[in-house]
């Protein structure tokens, strides 16, 4: 039987990139729910700020996303901000892999409750925005790591802030919280990328262990 902790490293080892993603579900959406949930309740916050905020989009709404970040480029590349030969060959079909996929969570901070928390102990005041960076991506590691346990692959994009303001009109997302980062999963239809990996004796330096 593995320990939970060895548990918890096979999970943490499983995570991987997957571009390749379908629209076949390994569980029901109720599920997807409980672990979104899951996230916003159990991953720590600084002095428990709580200011994360997520937006889980399935299937249609997941779509509209997409569809949403392909015209958002498509008015880029109309006034030539994106070159047409990158667009076609790269940009859109990268974008059109994203859209074939079950769900996409989006990550928030709510700057409403970071702020008393700068106000209120002036030392850290610097601090607090940055921390809570650190637990959005934690609450992104979570639900990278516990979705491809169900069964998902899933990969992290960053459309913001190019996206931001039509994505907060069409969910009646409130306009000051600031998107952090997009999580797209669904059935691994391909294999990750040979990850190379840096020495861990570089990596890691451990004083005073006696076994
Ligand atoms: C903070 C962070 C930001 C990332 N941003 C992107 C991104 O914008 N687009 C993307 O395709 N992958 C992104 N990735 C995925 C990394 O490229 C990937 O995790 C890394 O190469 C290791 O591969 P692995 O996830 O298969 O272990 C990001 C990963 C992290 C941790």
Redesign the pocket.
């Known amino acids: 039987m593995p320990t939970p902790t060895e548990t918890f490293a096979d999970l943490a080892r499983a995570?991987?990139?997957?571009?390749a993603l379908g629209k076949s579900s390994p569980v029901p959406d109720s599920k997807i729910k409980e672990l979104v949930n899951e996230a916003i309740l159990h991953v720590p916050s600084s002095f428990n700020t709580q200011s994360t905020r997520l937006v889980l989009l399935l299937h249609d709404e997941h779509e509209k996303l997409w569809d949403l970040v392909i015209d958002t480029f498509g008015e880029l590349v109309k006034t030539g901000a994106v070159p047409e030969e990158m667009w076609r060959e790269r940009t859109l079909p990268k974008l059109t892999g994203m859209k074939n996929a079950v769900g996409t969570i989006l990550f928030y901070e709510d700057p409403a409750h970071i702020k008393p928390f700068s106000e209120k102990f002036a030392i850290y005041k610097d601090h607090f925005t940055p921390w809570a960076e650190h637990s959005n991506?934690m609450h992104?590691?979570f639900l990278?790591t516990t979705l491809t346990s169900l069964g998902f692959g899933a990969?992290?994009?960053?459309y913001n802030p190019l996206i931001d303001a039509p994505v907060s009109e069409k969910w009646n997302i409130p306009r000051e919280w600031r998107l952090i980062?997009q999580l797209v999963f669904g059935s691994p239809e391909g294999g990750?990328?040979e990850?190379a990996q840096k020495p861990v004796e570089e990596r890691v330096r451990v004083f005073g262990d006696k076994n």
């Open positions: 995570r991987r990139t997957i571009y991506a992104q590691y990278w990969n992290l994009q960053h980062a990750p990328n990850k």
